[in-house]
């Protein structure tokens, strides 16, 4: 586990606790929110506007950034991992249900 990489876990007495896994910016320190690109789905939408995942918007750069802070510091990680778990709980939070698609 890379060392900018804070883990809490929700309380929870099920074995598979959800795992809070947050990306600190590297550049002002503050806590990161995945940063989303493309359309977002309607769980995404309740989510970004209460700040808890950013949109990027509908066209993804040459090297797109995994996570945003409340800065607008954009920035990426190797542990994929981290923001597709961080971005489920959230979304999951949300009343998102993993269907057929992995993510909105
Ligand atoms: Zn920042």
Do not use: N
Not at 4 to 29: K, N, Y
Not at 58 to 74: I, N
Not at 84 to 103: F, K
């Amino acid at each position: 586990m890379p060392q900018f990489l804070a883990v809490a876990r929700w309380p929870s007495t099920d074995a598979d606790t959800v795992r809070m896994v947050i990306s600190e910016c590297p550049e002002c320190g503050a806590a990161g929110v995945p940063l989303l690109f493309g359309l977002p789905g309607p769980e995404a939408m309740a989510a970004a506007a209460e700040g808890q995942v950013a949109l990027g918007g509908c066209v993804l750069p040459e090297r797109p950034a995994d996570w945003q802070c409340s800065q607008w510091h954009r920035w990426s990680e190797p542990d994929q991992r981290a923001w597709e778990e961080r971005l489920l709980a959230v979304l999951s939070a949300h009343g998102y249900r993993e269907a057929d698609d992995r993510l909105p």
